[in-house]
């Protein structure tokens, strides 16, 4: 029976999900501890270790676990606070202040008091080295050794933590910074070393820059975090795999982690949408809107087949141009503080009380209101029911601060304030879903809404009345739904190549080498990590443009139409992303496409936890019920007494209509007065709009079989 453990670290709880071939998956969860986040992992294990049957300890436990699979938010944060390593910068001489001058567009363009972000390296450190490159790689001056020895000599008396190099047109050709790099080593040899070569060897100066910068900056803060799990891990007798979640939805060693820290950047929710797709597909969907609401962030993202990857992206205003999961992220979630602006208006994070002190309803301190107080005062929460009754939230401290800092300075009563923020937190919240939908050339109206996290699926009927959507999927595992998505992870590595060629002039005996020693190498890793060859895939994607555009498309091409040499069904490919992508080609115009880079990304394929489907247990729901109590319904503005139901007894077919109260030990569901609620086979619970059954039929077809 193998035992497979996910576990994702989030700024105020860490889920568990715990998988046995033979049994459903098992949820915990346990308070983080910002500052060790692998205490608060060790603490979890030992609650799971507990809860066996019978009763292990930690000791005996963990030699049974045959993978942890773990999402981490170090790098993140460390970016998100600017506590990063203390870096230096090798760079061509006269190019230095590129890290600073980024790309010279002002984000907010009317906003004259708007400035620059920080850069990571601070000028006294970036060191420009004379030696040249042109653009095909061909040296036009000799790379400076001396210079090199001069900016080591200086970041030596500067304590510098991590170095960062990166010359101009090395992509091209690398030996100018390999060959710095050998200089570094030999005479900082405890330094933190990113050569953007090994990193990210691709055109465009400054999107390479900032991600190598990026990677020292959290490179160092990611390895003694490694150091402290890997060591307490081993402290406590675990002998099995131990594998590290990556932005692009992948997973990877620890070792790779290590080497290439910037590719943890967005860890933390990555494993949501490749879990979102397994919950719908029983539903005949291909694709879904996964949502994640934690204790301090709110997370979106889409997936059609399989989830959405970006080329780029900004984390904290940084450029980082490695393969990720396109996911939005805002500061809301049942942490974020309630205050109001100069206006008086009432705002809603992105401040957030955390895990300490917390919300005032958990009495550690807090006195600010968070949306976990005016869950409280809404009835959305059952005080004496919080994390399964392991912790009593305080009413009347909740009450208390939002009296304080809300109601009385708008003039409101307690519950009207509680009930205007939780409709300014979920509009904050469509608004993030709008970004990741309307804003990508989709529209939300056509995706099942899947929405994880403990607060998830309180504020999730709101959201989706907002958005128009009609149908959302609870799943019973969506408090930890990143968790349970992280065992459903594949190892991935992704390599990229600057080829820049017009389609009717493409070299390709060069196109099929340059893709054959990228997938080497992802073969090469692959066998480190022990994947059979059976079980390898490699997907090749071009990132092409129209002649004269600035910006690449990067799509899938399948290998058979490089090995045909079929530039027409490449370019249709192409001119068919670009129209869903922006509404247009340019095919009837015969523009020329050019080809910027080639990527390749090595997949291993992983076992995946076993999941049954239930047997149908009728619609009738009573032997769930649990009581009555006074909930606020949106839809009146008024408090009603409504059914609450013990989510855990509700089984495949059961009907729950709403206005209802669905309550789990680790998250609770609110089915407001415009939608109802019946349980697929899955055991996730189907909320669809009012009259709208047609979309849950896969719940109600045994129905129509006993009628007939």
């Keep these: 029976m193998a035992l497979k453990i996910g576990i994702d670290v989030g700024g105020t709880f860490t889920d568990f999900v715990v998988t046995r071939d033979d049994a459903e998956p098992a949820i915990y969860k346990s308070l983080s501890t910002p500052s060790d986040p692998s205490i608060a992992v060790v603490n979890g294990l030992t609650d799971i270790a507990a809860s066996m049957h019978p009763p292990l300890s930690l000791e005996a436990f963990a030699p049974t676990i045959d993978t942890i699979v773990h999402g981490t938010t170090v790098t993140t944060n460390a970016t998100l606070t600017g506590t990063g390593a203390k870096c230096g910068l090798l760079t061509t001489e006269g190019v230095r202040d590129a890290l600073e001058m980024r790309r010279g567009i002002r984000e907010e363009q009317y906003n004259n008091r708007y400035t620059n972000v920080k850069p990571l390296v601070p000028r006294y450190l970036r060191a420009g080295i004379k030696g040249r490159l042109d653009r095909n790689g061909r040296e036009t001056a000799p790379l400076d050794l001396d210079s090199v020895r001069k900016a080591i000599d200086l970041f030596r008396q500067e304590g510098v933590q991590a170095v960062s190099i990166c010359f101009m047109n090395s992509f091209a050709n690398p030996a100018h910074e390999q060959a710095a790099a050998e200089l570094v080593r030999a005479e900082m040899p405890g330094v933190y070393l990113s050569v953007s070569t090994d990193l990210l060897p691709s055109i465009r100066f400054y999107e390479r820059v900032s991600t190598t910068a990026l990677n020292s900056y959290v490179g160092p803060k990611l390895n003694h975090y490694l150091d402290q799990l890997v060591g307490r891990l081993k ?12 932005s692009n939805g992948g997973v990877i060693t620890p070792q790779l982690a290590r080497e290439k820290a910037a590719l943890t950047l967005l860890s933390g929710p990555a494993g949501g949408p490749g879990a979102g797709l397994f919950y719908v597909r029983p539903h005949g969907q291909n694709k879904c809107i996964t949502t994640d609401m934690g204790g301090t962030s709110f997370e979106a993202s889409v997936a059609v087949d399989a989830p959405m990857i970006k080329n780029d992206g900004e984390i904290a205003r940084h450029k980082i141009a490695l393969p990720m999961l396109d996911i939005h992220t805002i500061g809301a979630g049942g942490g974020s503080i309630g205050w109001l602006d100069e206006g008086g208006m009432l705002r809603m994070g992105p401040q957030s009380a955390g895990a300490d002190p917390g919300p005032a309803c958990y009495s550690k301190g807090g006195t600010l209101p968070a949306t976990t107080d005016a869950n409280v005062v809404l009835g959305y929460l059952d005080p004496g029911f919080f994390a399964g009754g392991k912790m009593q939230l305080d009413v009347a401290a909740a009450r208390q601060a939002i009296e304080e800092h809300i109601a009385k300075p708008m003039g409101l009563s307690v519950e009207e304030a509680a009930a205007g923020m939780y409709r300014v937190a979920c509009n904050n919240m469509a608004q993030g879903v709008r970004e990741v939908t309307i804003k990508r050339g989709f529209d939300p109206r056509e995706f099942p809404f899947i929405p994880a996290g403990g607060a998830g699926p309180i504020h999730s009927c709101l959201i989706c009345e907002e958005l128009e959507i009609p149908l959302q999927i609870v799943p019973r595992e969506s408090s930890v739904l990143c968790a349970f998505g992280m065992l459903m992870s594949e190892l991935k590595h992704d390599f990229v190549r600057t080829f820049v060629s017009r389609f009717e002039g493409i070299d390709w005996p060069q196109l099929k080498t340059i893709i054959d020693e990228m997938a080497a190498e992802g073969a090469r890793q692959l066998v480190e990590e022990r994947i059979p060859e059976a079980r390898r895939r490699y997907d090749v994607k071009l990132d092409c443009r129209y002649i004269k555009q600035y910006h690449e498309v990067s799509f899938l091409v399948p290998r058979e139409l490089i090995d045909r040499r079929d530039t027409a069904a490449i370019a249709r490919a192409f001119h068919a992303e670009h129209n869903r992508l922006y509404g247009y080609s340019l095919e009837q115009e015969n523009t020329p496409i050019e080809i910027i880079n080639v990527r390749v990304q090595a997949i291993g394929v992983t076992d995946k936890p076993a999941y049954r489907e239930e047997a149908w247990a009728g619609t009738d729901a009573a032997h769930a019920l649990k009581g009555q109590r006074a909930v606020y319904i949106p839809e009146t503005k008024a408090f009603k007494e409504i059914p609450v139901y013990d989510g855990h007894r509700l089984r495949f077919g059961n009907r729950v209509d709403g206005p209802a109260m669905i309550e789990q030990e680790t998250t609770a569901i609110f089915v407001s007065a415009s ?24 719940c109600v077809k045994e129905t129509k079989e006993t009628v007939s």
Excluded: P
């Excluded at 939608?675 to 896969?698: I, M, P, T």
């Design 235 to 246: 402290g406590i007798g675990f002998k099995g795999l131990l594998l590290i979640m990556q």
């Design 675 to 698: 939608y109802d609620c019946a349980v697929d086979a899955l055991g996730s619970f189907v909320l669809f709009q009012k009259g709208r059954e047609d979309l849950v039929q896969s």
